[in-house]
Protein backbone atom coordinates (compact mmCIF):
# COMPACT_ATOMS: atom_id res chain seq x y z
CA UNK A 1 0.00 0.00 0.00
CA UNK A 2 2.82 2.16 0.75
CA UNK A 3 4.48 1.89 -2.32
CA UNK A 4 1.59 1.87 -4.13
CA UNK A 5 1.04 5.75 -2.57
CA UNK A 6 4.46 6.54 -3.58
CA UNK A 7 3.80 5.84 -6.90
CA UNK A 8 6.70 3.30 -6.37
CA UNK A 9 5.30 0.62 -8.97
CA UNK A 10 6.61 -0.82 -12.22
CA UNK A 11 3.36 -1.79 -13.80
CA UNK A 12 3.57 -3.27 -17.01
CA UNK A 13 0.66 -4.29 -19.13
CA UNK A 14 -0.78 -7.48 -19.49
CA UNK A 15 -0.45 -8.65 -23.29
CA UNK A 16 -2.87 -11.53 -23.17
CA UNK A 17 -5.62 -9.50 -21.79
CA UNK A 18 -5.18 -6.56 -23.98
CA UNK A 19 -5.53 -9.11 -27.12
CA UNK A 20 -8.64 -10.91 -25.62
CA UNK A 21 -9.88 -7.68 -25.07
CA UNK A 22 -9.39 -6.25 -28.93
CA UNK A 23 -10.73 -9.74 -30.36
CA UNK A 24 -13.97 -9.14 -28.14
CA UNK A 25 -14.22 -5.84 -29.83
CA UNK A 26 -13.34 -6.56 -33.42
CA UNK A 27 -15.65 -9.73 -33.16
CA UNK A 28 -18.69 -7.11 -32.03
CA UNK A 29 -17.61 -4.21 -34.53
CA UNK A 30 -17.16 -6.79 -37.58
CA UNK A 31 -20.70 -8.39 -36.87
CA UNK A 32 -22.42 -5.64 -39.36
CA UNK A 33 -22.18 -7.76 -43.09
CA UNK A 34 -23.42 -10.96 -40.55
CA UNK A 35 -26.28 -9.20 -39.27
CA UNK A 36 -27.92 -7.36 -42.63
CA UNK A 37 -26.56 -9.27 -45.61
CA UNK A 38 -28.58 -12.21 -44.48
CA UNK A 39 -31.92 -10.21 -44.24
CA UNK A 40 -31.66 -9.30 -48.18
CA UNK A 41 -34.01 -10.97 -50.10
CA UNK A 42 -33.38 -11.29 -53.78
CA UNK A 43 -35.51 -13.44 -56.74
CA UNK A 44 -32.37 -15.07 -58.21
CA UNK A 45 -30.95 -16.19 -55.08
CA UNK A 46 -27.30 -14.83 -55.76
CA UNK A 47 -25.36 -12.74 -53.84
CA UNK A 48 -21.79 -11.37 -54.75
CA UNK A 49 -19.67 -9.55 -51.64
CA UNK A 50 -16.95 -7.48 -52.57
CA UNK A 51 -15.11 -6.70 -48.69
CA UNK A 52 -11.70 -5.63 -47.64
CA UNK A 53 -9.29 -7.94 -45.46
CA UNK A 54 -11.31 -7.72 -41.69
CA UNK A 55 -14.74 -6.33 -42.66
CA UNK A 56 -16.05 -9.54 -41.43
CA UNK A 57 -16.74 -12.08 -43.85
CA UNK A 58 -15.77 -15.14 -42.02
CA UNK A 59 -18.83 -13.88 -39.65
CA UNK A 60 -21.35 -13.76 -42.61
CA UNK A 61 -20.19 -17.24 -43.78
CA UNK A 62 -20.30 -18.63 -39.83
CA UNK A 63 -23.99 -16.75 -40.05
CA UNK A 64 -25.27 -18.25 -43.40
CA UNK A 65 -24.25 -21.96 -42.29
CA UNK A 66 -26.44 -22.15 -39.11
CA UNK A 67 -29.04 -20.16 -40.45
CA UNK A 68 -29.22 -23.18 -43.44
CA UNK A 69 -28.86 -25.53 -40.68
CA UNK A 70 -31.58 -24.10 -38.58
CA UNK A 71 -33.44 -24.26 -42.05
CA UNK A 72 -33.15 -27.74 -42.69
CA UNK A 73 -31.08 -27.29 -45.81
CA UNK A 74 -27.62 -29.02 -46.35
CA UNK A 75 -24.77 -26.46 -47.01
CA UNK A 76 -21.59 -26.40 -48.65
CA UNK A 77 -18.84 -23.64 -47.95
CA UNK A 78 -15.40 -24.19 -50.61
CA UNK A 79 -12.45 -21.62 -50.40
CA UNK A 80 -8.98 -21.97 -51.77
CA UNK A 81 -6.58 -22.21 -49.05
CA UNK A 82 -6.71 -25.62 -47.24
CA UNK A 83 -5.48 -23.43 -43.42
CA UNK A 84 -8.41 -21.10 -44.10
CA UNK A 85 -11.14 -24.55 -44.77
CA UNK A 86 -9.63 -25.89 -41.26
CA UNK A 87 -10.17 -22.94 -39.93
CA UNK A 88 -13.54 -22.66 -40.21
CA UNK A 89 -14.67 -25.98 -40.05
CA UNK A 90 -13.68 -26.02 -36.03
CA UNK A 91 -16.27 -23.31 -36.00
CA UNK A 92 -19.00 -24.18 -38.34
CA UNK A 93 -22.17 -26.72 -37.59
CA UNK A 94 -20.26 -30.04 -37.96
CA UNK A 95 -23.50 -30.93 -40.48
CA UNK A 96 -21.57 -28.49 -42.78
CA UNK A 97 -19.61 -29.27 -45.68
CA UNK A 98 -16.49 -27.13 -45.19
CA UNK A 99 -13.76 -27.95 -47.99
CA UNK A 100 -11.12 -26.36 -50.37
CA UNK A 101 -11.93 -26.99 -54.08
CA UNK A 102 -9.17 -28.97 -54.77
CA UNK A 103 -10.11 -31.23 -51.92
CA UNK A 104 -13.73 -31.65 -53.29
CA UNK A 105 -11.95 -32.58 -56.41
CA UNK A 106 -10.03 -35.32 -54.92
CA UNK A 107 -12.99 -36.66 -52.56
CA UNK A 108 -15.01 -36.89 -56.38
CA UNK A 109 -11.86 -38.83 -57.87
CA UNK A 110 -11.55 -41.28 -55.06
CA UNK A 111 -15.31 -41.83 -55.12
CA UNK A 112 -14.91 -42.38 -58.78
CA UNK A 113 -12.03 -44.95 -57.78
CA UNK A 114 -8.96 -43.15 -58.72
CA UNK A 115 -5.85 -43.70 -56.91
CA UNK A 116 -4.11 -40.67 -56.62
CA UNK A 117 0.08 -40.09 -56.25
CA UNK A 118 0.38 -36.91 -54.47
CA UNK A 119 4.28 -37.33 -55.77
CA UNK A 120 2.64 -36.33 -58.69
CA UNK A 121 3.20 -32.70 -59.85
CA UNK A 122 0.32 -33.34 -62.43
CA UNK A 123 -2.39 -34.56 -59.77
CA UNK A 124 -3.73 -31.45 -58.60
CA UNK A 125 -4.55 -30.65 -62.27
CA UNK A 126 -5.92 -34.28 -63.55
CA UNK A 127 -8.44 -34.27 -60.58
CA UNK A 128 -9.73 -30.76 -61.37
CA UNK A 129 -10.21 -31.50 -65.08
CA UNK A 130 -12.39 -34.87 -64.07
CA UNK A 131 -14.47 -32.93 -61.52
CA UNK A 132 -14.99 -29.88 -64.24
CA UNK A 133 -16.28 -32.95 -66.70
CA UNK A 134 -18.71 -34.68 -64.28
CA UNK A 135 -19.78 -31.83 -62.32
CA UNK A 136 -23.23 -31.41 -64.43
CA UNK A 137 -24.10 -35.14 -63.74
CA UNK A 138 -23.43 -34.83 -59.92
CA UNK A 139 -26.77 -34.65 -58.08
CA UNK A 140 -27.69 -30.97 -57.33
CA UNK A 141 -28.96 -31.23 -53.36
CA UNK A 142 -27.52 -27.87 -51.92
CA UNK A 143 -29.79 -25.32 -50.34
CA UNK A 144 -26.57 -23.11 -49.81
CA UNK A 145 -23.65 -23.17 -51.63
CA UNK A 146 -20.98 -20.16 -49.99
CA UNK A 147 -17.86 -19.70 -52.40
CA UNK A 148 -14.94 -17.69 -50.14
CA UNK A 149 -12.05 -16.38 -51.70
CA UNK A 150 -13.78 -15.67 -54.96
CA UNK A 151 -10.45 -13.75 -56.22
CA UNK A 152 -8.62 -16.61 -56.30
CA UNK A 153 -11.27 -19.11 -58.16
CA UNK A 154 -11.30 -19.40 -61.82
CA UNK A 155 -14.92 -18.96 -63.84
CA UNK A 156 -14.94 -22.45 -64.56
CA UNK A 157 -14.71 -23.74 -61.30
CA UNK A 158 -16.84 -21.57 -60.03
CA UNK A 159 -19.92 -22.71 -62.82
CA UNK A 160 -18.91 -26.91 -62.14
CA UNK A 161 -19.28 -25.84 -58.43
CA UNK A 162 -22.35 -24.11 -59.24
CA UNK A 163 -24.00 -27.27 -60.55
CA UNK A 164 -24.66 -28.75 -57.17
CA UNK A 165 -27.26 -26.58 -56.24
CA UNK A 166 -31.02 -26.84 -55.96
CA UNK A 167 -33.13 -24.66 -58.17
CA UNK A 168 -34.55 -22.89 -55.08
CA UNK A 169 -30.48 -22.86 -53.52
CA UNK A 170 -28.74 -19.43 -52.66
CA UNK A 171 -25.55 -18.75 -54.06
CA UNK A 172 -22.96 -16.33 -51.91
CA UNK A 173 -19.50 -15.53 -53.53
CA UNK A 174 -17.54 -13.76 -51.30
CA UNK A 175 -13.81 -11.81 -51.91
CA UNK A 176 -11.24 -9.16 -52.25
CA UNK A 177 -10.30 -8.33 -55.82
CA UNK A 178 -6.67 -6.50 -53.58
CA UNK A 179 -6.21 -9.95 -51.67
CA UNK A 180 -5.53 -11.90 -55.15
CA UNK A 181 -2.65 -13.26 -55.49
CA UNK A 182 -2.75 -15.64 -57.99
CA UNK A 183 -3.04 -15.14 -61.72
CA UNK A 184 -7.50 -15.53 -62.40
CA UNK A 185 -9.77 -14.00 -64.76
CA UNK A 186 -12.13 -11.74 -62.98
CA UNK A 187 -15.66 -12.33 -63.40
CA UNK A 188 -19.04 -11.39 -62.26
CA UNK A 189 -22.48 -12.96 -61.10
CA UNK A 190 -25.42 -12.06 -63.93
CA UNK A 191 -28.05 -10.89 -61.98
CA UNK A 192 -26.76 -10.68 -58.36
CA UNK A 193 -27.16 -8.61 -55.38
CA UNK A 194 -23.50 -6.54 -55.45
CA UNK A 195 -22.79 -5.55 -51.88
CA UNK A 196 -19.05 -3.55 -51.50
CA UNK A 197 -17.33 -2.72 -47.88
CA UNK A 198 -14.04 -1.28 -47.66
CA UNK A 199 -14.77 -0.98 -43.62
CA UNK A 200 -11.79 -3.14 -41.89
CA UNK A 201 -12.72 -4.01 -38.19
CA UNK A 202 -9.85 -6.30 -37.65
CA UNK A 203 -6.71 -4.30 -38.34
CA UNK A 204 -4.84 -1.40 -36.19
CA UNK A 205 -6.09 1.99 -37.18
CA UNK A 206 -2.19 2.88 -37.43
CA UNK A 207 -1.98 0.23 -39.98
CA UNK A 208 -4.53 0.99 -41.85
CA UNK A 209 -3.10 4.47 -42.09
CA UNK A 210 -0.24 3.09 -43.45
CA UNK A 211 -1.83 0.91 -45.86
CA UNK A 212 -3.80 3.82 -47.52
CA UNK A 213 -0.43 6.29 -47.20
CA UNK A 214 1.48 3.82 -49.32
CA UNK A 215 -1.80 3.36 -51.87
CA UNK A 216 -2.01 -0.37 -51.66
CA UNK A 217 -5.71 -0.30 -52.63
CA UNK A 218 -7.34 1.55 -55.34
CA UNK A 219 -9.82 3.19 -52.75
CA UNK A 220 -8.77 3.99 -48.85
CA UNK A 221 -9.62 1.21 -46.42
CA UNK A 222 -12.03 2.49 -43.50
CA UNK A 223 -10.12 1.85 -40.42
CA UNK A 224 -13.04 0.91 -38.35
CA UNK A 225 -10.70 -1.12 -35.52
CA UNK A 226 -11.52 -0.04 -31.68
CA UNK A 227 -7.58 -0.87 -30.91
CA UNK A 228 -5.47 2.69 -32.12
CA UNK A 229 -2.28 0.45 -32.09
CA UNK A 230 1.30 1.46 -34.10
CA UNK A 231 2.24 2.21 -36.96
CA UNK A 232 3.84 -1.37 -38.37
CA UNK A 233 7.69 -1.71 -37.06
CA UNK A 234 10.23 -1.91 -39.97
CA UNK A 235 13.77 -3.92 -39.88
CA UNK A 236 15.91 -3.55 -42.78
CA UNK A 237 18.55 -5.64 -43.27
CA UNK A 238 21.69 -5.67 -45.61
CA UNK A 239 22.82 -7.69 -48.38
CA UNK A 240 22.92 -11.22 -47.37
CA UNK A 241 20.64 -14.32 -46.34
CA UNK A 242 22.11 -14.36 -42.95
CA UNK A 243 21.80 -10.40 -42.25
CA UNK A 244 17.94 -11.28 -42.78
CA UNK A 245 17.35 -14.14 -40.70
CA UNK A 246 19.20 -12.16 -38.26
CA UNK A 247 16.88 -9.49 -38.39
CA UNK A 248 14.31 -11.47 -38.02
CA UNK A 249 15.54 -13.67 -35.04
CA UNK A 250 16.33 -9.45 -33.05
CA UNK A 251 12.74 -8.42 -34.11
CA UNK A 252 10.88 -11.77 -32.70
CA UNK A 253 13.57 -11.04 -29.50
CA UNK A 254 11.88 -7.75 -29.34
CA UNK A 255 8.56 -9.57 -29.42
CA UNK A 256 9.06 -11.41 -26.61
CA UNK A 257 10.78 -8.70 -24.40
CA UNK A 258 7.23 -6.45 -25.19
CA UNK A 259 5.47 -9.81 -23.33
CA UNK A 260 4.27 -11.58 -26.58
CA UNK A 261 4.24 -15.35 -26.33
CA UNK A 262 5.25 -17.81 -29.30
CA UNK A 263 1.77 -18.79 -29.47
CA UNK A 264 0.33 -15.22 -30.01
CA UNK A 265 2.76 -14.61 -33.00
CA UNK A 266 2.78 -15.89 -36.48
CA UNK A 267 5.68 -15.49 -38.47
CA UNK A 268 4.43 -15.07 -42.18
CA UNK A 269 7.42 -14.83 -45.37
CA UNK A 270 6.48 -12.91 -48.22
CA UNK A 271 8.39 -15.96 -50.56
CA UNK A 272 6.41 -19.23 -51.06
CA UNK A 273 6.95 -22.33 -49.01
CA UNK A 274 10.32 -23.49 -51.95
CA UNK A 275 11.90 -20.50 -52.01
CA UNK A 276 11.69 -19.36 -48.13
CA UNK A 277 14.57 -19.52 -46.08
CA UNK A 278 12.55 -18.68 -42.83
CA UNK A 279 10.48 -21.78 -43.35
CA UNK A 280 12.96 -23.93 -43.23
CA UNK A 281 14.06 -23.30 -39.95
CA UNK A 282 13.30 -25.67 -36.90
CA UNK A 283 13.85 -22.30 -35.02
CA UNK A 284 13.30 -18.96 -34.72
CA UNK A 285 13.64 -16.66 -32.01
CA UNK A 286 14.76 -19.28 -29.93
CA UNK A 287 11.47 -21.10 -30.28
CA UNK A 288 10.28 -23.87 -32.42
CA UNK A 289 8.23 -23.87 -35.28
CA UNK A 290 5.18 -24.96 -36.15
CA UNK A 291 5.11 -25.05 -39.96
CA UNK A 292 4.14 -26.86 -43.00
CA UNK A 293 6.89 -29.81 -44.28
CA UNK A 294 6.18 -29.55 -47.62
CA UNK A 295 4.72 -33.28 -47.50
CA UNK A 296 1.62 -34.95 -47.84
CA UNK A 297 0.45 -37.53 -45.80
CA UNK A 298 -1.26 -41.03 -47.46
CA UNK A 299 -4.61 -39.55 -47.47
CA UNK A 300 -3.30 -36.06 -48.97
CA UNK A 301 -3.00 -34.10 -45.60
CA UNK A 302 -0.53 -31.63 -45.06
CA UNK A 303 2.22 -32.60 -42.39
CA UNK A 304 3.24 -29.90 -39.81
CA UNK A 305 6.25 -29.71 -37.37
CA UNK A 306 5.37 -29.63 -33.68
CA UNK A 307 6.39 -26.17 -32.56
CA UNK A 308 4.58 -22.96 -30.69
CA UNK A 309 5.62 -20.83 -33.29
CA UNK A 310 3.53 -20.32 -36.58
CA UNK A 311 5.67 -20.05 -39.28
CA UNK A 312 3.55 -19.60 -42.82
CA UNK A 313 3.97 -18.45 -46.02
CA UNK A 314 1.95 -15.43 -47.27
CA UNK A 315 -0.26 -17.12 -49.44
CA UNK A 316 -1.15 -19.83 -47.38
CA UNK A 317 -1.95 -17.42 -44.45
CA UNK A 318 -4.63 -15.43 -46.29
CA UNK A 319 -7.84 -15.51 -44.83
CA UNK A 320 -6.35 -15.76 -41.18
CA UNK A 321 -5.57 -13.15 -38.49
CA UNK A 322 -3.43 -13.67 -35.58
CA UNK A 323 -2.17 -11.45 -32.66
CA UNK A 324 0.98 -10.03 -34.24
CA UNK A 325 2.52 -10.83 -37.17
CA UNK A 326 6.07 -10.66 -38.58
CA UNK A 327 5.98 -10.65 -42.12
CA UNK A 328 9.60 -11.38 -43.25
CA UNK A 329 11.49 -11.80 -46.08
CA UNK A 330 10.05 -8.76 -48.08
CA UNK A 331 12.53 -7.93 -50.86
CA UNK A 332 11.32 -6.07 -54.33
CA UNK A 333 12.79 -3.15 -56.23
CA UNK A 334 10.14 -1.63 -57.27
CA UNK A 335 6.36 -1.42 -55.46
CA UNK A 336 4.21 -3.52 -58.59
CA UNK A 337 0.61 -3.73 -58.06
CA UNK A 338 1.59 -7.56 -57.53
CA UNK A 339 3.70 -6.24 -54.41
CA UNK A 340 1.31 -4.39 -53.29
CA UNK A 341 -1.21 -6.84 -53.15
CA UNK A 342 0.79 -9.21 -50.94
CA UNK A 343 1.83 -6.25 -49.14
CA UNK A 344 -1.55 -5.76 -48.46
CA UNK A 345 -2.29 -9.33 -47.15
CA UNK A 346 0.49 -9.44 -45.23
CA UNK A 347 -0.16 -5.96 -43.17
CA UNK A 348 -3.65 -7.13 -42.77
CA UNK A 349 -3.01 -10.39 -40.77
CA UNK A 350 -2.39 -8.73 -37.63
CA UNK A 351 -5.22 -7.95 -34.94
CA UNK A 352 -2.91 -5.99 -32.51
CA UNK A 353 0.46 -5.80 -34.07
CA UNK A 354 2.56 -5.86 -37.49
CA UNK A 355 6.25 -6.18 -37.91
CA UNK A 356 8.35 -5.75 -41.20
CA UNK A 357 11.58 -7.96 -42.07
CA UNK A 358 12.67 -6.21 -45.67
CA UNK A 359 15.80 -5.45 -47.17
CA UNK A 360 17.18 -2.36 -48.00
CA UNK A 361 15.90 -2.15 -51.61
CA UNK A 362 12.10 -2.55 -50.86
CA UNK A 363 12.58 0.22 -47.75
CA UNK A 364 13.77 2.23 -50.03
CA UNK A 365 10.65 1.67 -52.37
CA UNK A 366 8.60 1.99 -49.77
CA UNK A 367 10.34 5.42 -48.70
CA UNK A 368 9.37 6.53 -52.38
CA UNK A 369 5.89 5.63 -52.28
CA UNK A 370 5.73 7.77 -48.93
CA UNK A 371 7.45 10.78 -49.76
CA UNK A 372 5.42 11.05 -53.32
CA UNK A 373 2.07 10.71 -51.11
CA UNK A 374 0.20 14.40 -50.77
Known sequence: ???????????????????????????????????????????????????????????????????????????????????????????????????????????????????????DPQVFARMTQQYLQDAATLPARLGLLILDESQDLDPAWVDALSQAMLPEGQLYVMGDSQQQLYEREPFALNNAVQVRCMDNFRSPQRVVQMINRLQLTPEPVLARSAHTGELPHFHVWESGQSSAQGQLNACLQQLWQSGY?????????????????????????????????????????????DGPLMAESLYRFKGQSAPAVVLCEVDFETLTERDKRKLFVGLTRAQMRVDVVLSERAARALAECLSDTP
Open 261 to 305: SPEQVAVISYRGVQQSEALRQDRLGGHATKRFTGQYDSAGNPLWS
Open 1 to 119: MLDFLANRFDVQPDVATHIGQVQHATTQLASGLASWVPRISHADQLYQIEATAGSGKTQLALTLLRQAVTQGHKARYVCFNRPLADHLARLAPACCEVTTFHQLCRDHAERQGHTLDFA
